[in-house]
C-alpha cells in the first residue's frame, strides 16, 4: 500500500471507521512515518471540536406543572388523613391552611390560623390545651414533611433537567459523528487542507466532500473574529472566473466552526477551495479577503 492510500485512510482511523487489518496496517504505517503521525493529531482535534457544536435543549415547559401538581396532592391527601368529624373539623381546615402558608413562602403564620376554644371565664380548660399542643405539633409536623417534599421535588427536576439536557447533546453529537464517518468512508469522497493566509496567518481548515452527493462539511480553527455585519463565506472554485459560493458562517470564541454544507453542482468539479471575509448574508461572487486557501494545482 502506498503512502497517499494510507493518508486516505487517517480520517476513518480517527474517527475508528477502519476494520481491525486496517488498523493494524495503518499503525505499523504511523510507526515509520514521519509525516502521517502529525496528520492523525489534526484529525483527531477535527473529531473532538464536534462534542462543541451541539446547542443545548431546553426540557418540557409542562414539567414545573406536573411536579407542582405533585406537591398540591401530597398536601391534600396529608390534610385528608387528619380531617375527622365534629370539633376535629376546625383542626383539619387550621392544618389546611398552614400548609398552604407554607407551601406559598410562610405568608401566614400558625399564631395566625390555630382558633383555640375557651371556657366562659375566658381561660383555656386543660383538655383544650392539650389538644391545642398535639394540634401545634401535627401543624409543624406536617409543615416538615411539606418542606422536605418540596425540596425534594425540586432537586428532582434540576437533576431531570441536567439529565434531558445531556442526553439531547449526546444524541447530538453521535448523530454529527454518524455523518462525518459517512460522508469520510464515502466512495469518491475527499479532504482538502486549507492554509491561513496573510490576513490569517494562525488559521487553518480541513474540507472533507463528496462529489457524488455534494455533501461537505468545513472544520475551521483559529479565524479571527468578523467583524459586525461579517461572516466568513466558503467558496468552490473549478474556474477562477467563476467560483461557486459555498455556506456562510461565524467561528465561536475560540476561532473554530464545524460547518455542514450542500455543494450546488456546478462546483461539485472544484479543485480549490477558499474561505473570505463577506457580509452577513453572503454574497454570490467574493469580494472580500481571503482568509483560508487550499493548495492551487
Request: charged content about 20%.
Given at each position: 500500500?502506498?503512502?497517499?492510500?494510507?493518508?486516505?485512510?487517517?480520517?476513518?482511523?480517527?474517527?475508528?471507521?477502519?476494520?481491525?487489518?486496517?488498523?493494524?496496517?495503518?499503525?505499523?504505517?504511523?510507526?515509520?512515518?514521519?509525516?502521517?503521525?502529525?496528520?492523525?493529531?489534526?484529525?483527531?482535534?477535527?473529531?473532538?471540536?464536534?462534542?462543541?457544536?451541539?446547542?443545548?435543549?431546553?426540557?418540557?415547559?409542562?414539567?414545573?406543572?406536573?411536579?407542582?401538581?405533585?406537591?398540591?396532592?401530597?398536601?391534600?391527601?396529608?390534610?385528608?388523613?387528619?380531617?375527622?368529624?365534629?370539633?376535629?373539623?376546625?383542626?383539619?381546615?387550621?392544618?389546611?391552611?398552614?400548609?398552604?402558608?407554607?407551601?406559598?413562602?410562610?405568608?401566614?403564620?400558625?399564631?395566625?390560623?390555630?382558633?383555640?376554644?375557651?371556657?366562659?371565664?375566658?381561660?383555656?380548660?386543660?383538655?383544650?390545651?392539650?389538644?391545642?399542643?398535639?394540634?401545634?405539633?401535627?401543624?409543624?409536623?406536617?409543615?416538615?414533611?411539606?418542606?422536605?417534599?418540596?425540596?425534594?421535588?425540586?432537586?428532582?427536576?434540576?437533576?431531570?433537567?441536567?439529565?434531558?439536557?445531556?442526553?439531547?447533546?449526546?444524541?447530538?453529537?453521535?448523530?454529527?459523528?454518524?455523518?462525518?464517518?459517512?460522508?469520510?468512508?464515502?466512495?469518491?469522497?475527499r479532504t482538502t487542507q486549507l492554509a491561513g493566509t496573510s490576513a490569517a496567518q494562525q488559521a487553518s481548515a480541513r474540507l472533507a466532500f463528496d462529489p457524488q452527493t455534494g455533501r461537505a462539511m468545513l472544520f475551521a480553527y483559529n479565524l479571527p473574529p468578523a467583524p459586525a455585519g461579517k461572516a466568513y463565506q466558503l467558496w468552490y472554485i473549478a474556474d477562477l472566473k467563476h467560483p461557486v459560493p459555498g455556506g456562510v458562517f461565524n467561528p465561536d470564541a475560540r476561532g473554530g466552526v464545524v460547518m455542514h454544507d450542500r455543494v450546488p453542482e456546478e462546483g461539485r468539479?472544484?479543485?480549490?477551495?477558499?474561505?473570505?471575509?463577506?457580509?452577513?448574508?453572503?454574497?454570490?461572487?467574493?469580494?472580500?479577503?481571503?482568509?483560508?486557501?487550499?493548495?492551487?494545482?
Amino acid at each position: 500500500m502506498t503512502h497517499e492510500e494510507y493518508k486516505e485512510m487517517l480520517a476513518a482511523y480517527a474517527l475508528g471507521a477502519l476494520d481491525g487489518a486496517e488498523a493494524r496496517a495503518l499503525e505499523e504505517h504511523l510507526d515509520s512515518c514521519l509525516e502521517c503521525p502529525a496528520e492523525i493529531v489534526e484529525w483527531r482535534e477535527t473529531a473532538s471540536a464536534l462534542a462543541l457544536s451541539a446547542a443545548p435543549v431546553e426540557p418540557p415547559k409542562e414539567l414545573r406543572a406536573r411536579l407542582l401538581e405533585s406537591v398540591r396532592t401530597l398536601k391534600q391527601g396529608a390534610s385528608d388523613g387528619r380531617s375527622g368529624a365534629g370539633e376535629t373539623t376546625t383542626a383539619a381546615a387550621d392544618v389546611a391552611a398552614v400548609a398552604d402558608a407554607e407551601a406559598e413562602g410562610g405568608a401566614q403564620t400558625v399564631s395566625n390560623v390555630i382558633r383555640m376554644p375557651v371556657d366562659t371565664r375566658g381561660r383555656w380548660s386543660a383538655p383544650v390545651r392539650l389538644g391545642a399542643i398535639a394540634a401545634a405539633v401535627a401543624i409543624i409536623s406536617l409543615a416538615a414533611t411539606l418542606f422536605i417534599v418540596w425540596n425534594r421535588l425540586n432537586s428532582l427536576e434540576r437533576q431531570y433537567e441536567r439529565e434531558h439536557t445531556a442526553v439531547e447533546v449526546l444524541a447530538r453529537q453521535l448523530a454529527e459523528e454518524r455523518e462525518v464517518r459517512e460522508l469520510l468512508t464515502a466512495p469518491g469522497a475527499r479532504t482538502t487542507q486549507l492554509a491561513g493566509t496573510s490576513a490569517a496567518q494562525q488559521a487553518s481548515a480541513r474540507l472533507a466532500f463528496d462529489p457524488q452527493t455534494g455533501r461537505a462539511m468545513l472544520f475551521a480553527y483559529n479565524l479571527p473574529p468578523a467583524p459586525a455585519g461579517k461572516a466568513y463565506q466558503l467558496w468552490y472554485i473549478a474556474d477562477l472566473k467563476h467560483p461557486v459560493p459555498g455556506g456562510v458562517f461565524n467561528p465561536d470564541a475560540r476561532g473554530g466552526v464545524v460547518m455542514h454544507d450542500r455543494v450546488p453542482e456546478e462546483g461539485r468539479n472544484a479543485s480549490i477551495f477558499a474561505v473570505t471575509l463577506e457580509p452577513q448574508g453572503g454574497v454570490s461572487a467574493p469580494t472580500g479577503d481571503k482568509y483560508l486557501l487550499s493548495p492551487i494545482s
